[in-house]
């Protein structure tokens, strides 16, 4: 017999919308909780509003950026809004072992359902708000999202190239980030409970947790009292460290360069072994003087090669260097393909889609992704009949009225 998934017995009540939240109870999925999303159609989440459409057809259970981040989870569909759907919610909490939420701070407490409440449901009760700058101080009740995060956290300022301005970066890091520290949160909390029998209030800032991962600027500026420049990107301790144009259209090829043997043996590989003993570049501390001479120099050779070969020459010289790949190129990519990291989990309103799965492996527990994302209130009925004991009749009365919406 396998052993079980290491969250197997959990409950889950999610109340979160958008990304951080549901990326952290995404993991909690991932690792067997029984994540039990509520949700309304009349407060549809963004994310069911976002593309990519399958088909390029809209529809709140057709976008893949919903069923990428929900995977493993239920639906139930209850109207917040309605003064009875409250009752149905603390229901749902009595049931549950974890309740998370990322509204703004203060919502869940207006709505009856905020931390004092739940513990009176359900004294171990463990409950975390995901909010945007936490429960406490002067901006606590301001509602933000993860792209306002990365500037707010001074993310920006450390990101550009030299002599540019701020610049802002591909993804909204506070909600990612905010949604694993958050599951992390989330273990040490049921680790504590298994250990006391007491359950406890998380809260946790969504800027705060992006200030986290900023820890060598912050550290910069405390210590020196300087600004960290914007350097695009390369890298304090080595040279050449950046990312090439290669021939052909959209090819580009990361390369460093660890030290100066290895600078020789890129310059002897571009076919110029002279660069190699050229004072500008002799040493680190010259090629960091002369990084743009340096990188115009190893953009010439590159343009001239083909990705793959660069890689391949490269890499069999023990320098560092990989292509930049595509999402076509990463999706079809027979290492991660081969390690299982995609799934193709049957939806009831798309098919078998592929999606990236749970990015860990476990020695002595099963991993993987038990279903699909569901629909909208795809498992109303099952959850208020079989999690909350109600009978066909109380469920009917419910959705008559309006509640489960």
């Keep these: 017999m396998s052993n079980p998934l290491p969250l197997e017995g959990v409950r889950v009540a999610d109340f979160t ?168 949160a989330v273990l040490a909390a049921l680790v504590h409970r298994a250990r006391t029998g007491e359950g406890q209030f998380i809260d946790l800032s969504q800027l705060e947790t992006t200030l986290a991962v900023l820890a060598e600027g912050l550290l910069e500026q405390s210590i020196t009292g300087q600004q960290p420049p914007r350097s ?23 390369i460093v360069a660890r030290d100066d043997a290895e600078w020789v043996r890129l310059a002897q590989i571009m076919g110029q072994p002279g660069l190699g003993t050229d004072l500008r570049f002799a040493n680190l501390a010259a090629r960091k003087i002369h990084e743009d001479d340096l990188e115009a120099a190893v953009s010439a050779w590159t343009q001239t090669q083909r990705t793959a070969d660069v890689v391949a020459r490269l890499q069999q010289a023990g320098i560092p260097a990989f292509a930049s790949m595509s999402n076509q190129a990463l999706a079809t990519d027979p290492h991660l393909n081969q390690g299982g990291l995609f799934v193709h989990l049957d939806h009831p309103e798309i098919g078998a889609q592929q999606h990236v799965g749970v990015p860990w492996r476990m020695s002595e527990t099963p991993t993987g992704v038990c279903r699909s994302a569901p629909c909208l209130g795809q498992h109303t009925d099952d959850v208020l009949s079989r999690v909350l004991g109600y009978s066909a009749e109380r469920i009917a009365e419910l959705r008559r009225d309006k509640v489960l919406e």
């Design 232 to 254: 695009g990107n390369r890298d304090p301790f080595m040279a050449p460290h950046g990312v090439f144009r290669c021939a052909g259209a959209q090819q580009w090829v990361a």
């Design 17 to 184: 919308w958008v990304w951080a939240g549901p990326f952290c109870t995404l993991q909690l999925a991932h690792l067997g909780a029984e994540v039990i999303r509520v949700e309304s159609a009349n407060r549809t989440c963004v994310t069911r509003q976002l593309p990519p459409w399958h088909e390029g057809e809209f529809g709140i259970n057709r976008s893949g950026y919903f069923n990428q981040y929900n995977q493993g989870k239920l639906s139930l569909s209850l109207d917040l809004k309605h003064p009875r759907a409250i009752q149905v919610a603390r229901d749902l909490i009595a049931q549950s072992d974890v309740v998370c939420e990322n509204f703004a701070a203060g919502v869940m407490d207006r709505l009856g359902l905020g931390y004092e409440a739940a513990r009176q449901i359900k004294p171990d009760i463990v409950m975390i708000a995901l909010s945007g700058y936490g429960a406490t101080g002067p901006e606590r009740e301001f509602v933000s999202y993860g792209p306002a995060q990365v500037p707010l956290s001074g993310m920006s300022s450390l990101t550009g190239y030299a002599g540019w301005q701020p610049m802002h970066v591909g993804i909204s890091y506070g909600d990612p980030t905010a949604g694993l520290h958050g599951a992390v």
